[in-house]
């Protein structure tokens, strides 16, 4: 058996590439020619020019990259602010609207809540309390965070299954009804009577809506003490807005 022969020479074709010996190559010489590239913009063939080419050839072909719209990016204002008018005029129908018998799931007020619908009722209710006297605005936006705080950290402390976003959203929500009530108190203002029975409808009308969402089945015997502080709440509202 002879033994196997040297591997034949290989013979590197125009595409390949070869290694040759440092005194071979200072005889070497050429050059490379930039290739004929052409973009295909809207069936029309177009030359790239020159800079195109350079960049593409040194690697920095992305910087000509042009990214494709997103469409998450053309969503109209209100859907990238999260706000949905139909499901905030629901709302407000539920809460000025308590009684069962109408039919409404309030219970879409608790357990979907937003903020942008509160806010708006809570600076429209500052906005009628103001007659001159601007820190209202903040004093009555202060309370309303920091008094739904409180309720939210009772209704914790009684053994209720609520968020806090739960409770901003119900508390603010129910300032409706003291907003119906505010252009009564100016006709009957004059009426002392009429206006302290219009005040506590007004305040038992919130109260109750905001209750009634509130305060479920778990606190069983204990609904008295998380529906007083949200009646003592409500009385501080409508105080602001009559300056008593």
């Known amino acids: 058996m002879?033994?196997?022969?040297?591997?034949?020479a290989y013979s590197p074709t125009n595409g390949d590439f070869t290694f040759v010996s440092s005194a071979d190559a200072e005889d070497l010489s050429g050059s490379i020619a930039a290739p004929d590239v052409k973009l295909n913009l809207g069936g029309d063939f177009i030359k790239e020019?020159?800079?195109?080419?350079?960049?593409?050839?040194?690697?920095?072909?992305?910087?000509?990259?042009?990214?494709?719209?997103?469409?998450?990016?053309?969503k109209p204002?209100?859907?990238?602010?999260?706000?949905?008018?139909?499901?905030?005029y629901y709302k407000i129908r539920c809460v000025l609207m308590p009684m069962p018998s109408l039919g409404?799931?309030?219970?879409?007020?608790?357990?979907?809540?937003?903020?942008?619908?509160?806010?708006a009722v809570v600076l429209f209710f500052s906005m009628i309390s103001l007659y001159g006297q601007f820190r209202v605005v903040s004093w009555i936006i202060t309370i309303w965070i920091f008094g739904s705080?409180?309720?939210?950290?009772?209704?914790?402390?009684l053994g209720g299954e609520v968020a806090y976003g739960q409770v901003?959203?119900?508390?603010?929500?129910?300032?409706?009804?003291?907003?119906v009530i505010a252009p009564i108190l100016l006709v009957v203002g004059s009426f002392e009577v009429v206006s302290t029975l219009i005040k506590l409808f007004g305040v038992f009308w919130a109260a109750y809506s905001a209750a009634?969402?509130?305060?479920?089945?778990?606190?069983k015997t204990k609904k008295?003490?998380?529906?007083?502080?949200?009646f003592l709440l409500y009385i501080y509202f409508l105080s602001l807005y009559t300056g008593v």
Not at 65 to 70: C, P, T
Not at 168 to 179: A, H, K, Q, T
Not at 224 to 230: M, V
């Open 2 to 8: 002879q033994p196997p022969g040297p591997p034949p």
């Open 49 to 74: 020019s020159t800079a195109t080419t350079f960049l593409r050839q040194r690697g920095y072909g992305w910087l000509l990259e042009v990214e494709d719209d997103d469409p998450e990016d053309n």
């Open 77 to 88: 204002l209100l859907e990238e602010l999260d706000i949905d008018l139909k499901d905030i």
């Open 104 to 119: 409404f799931n309030r219970q879409v007020v608790r357990d979907n809540p937003d903020f942008w619908g509160p806010l």
């Open 149 to 157: 705080l409180t309720i939210f950290l009772l209704a914790r402390v």
């Open 168 to 179: 901003l959203g119900v508390i603010g929500y129910s300032l409706l009804p003291l907003i």
């Open 212 to 219: 009634s969402l509130l305060v479920g089945e778990e606190f």
């Open 224 to 230: 008295p003490l998380l529906i007083y502080p949200i």
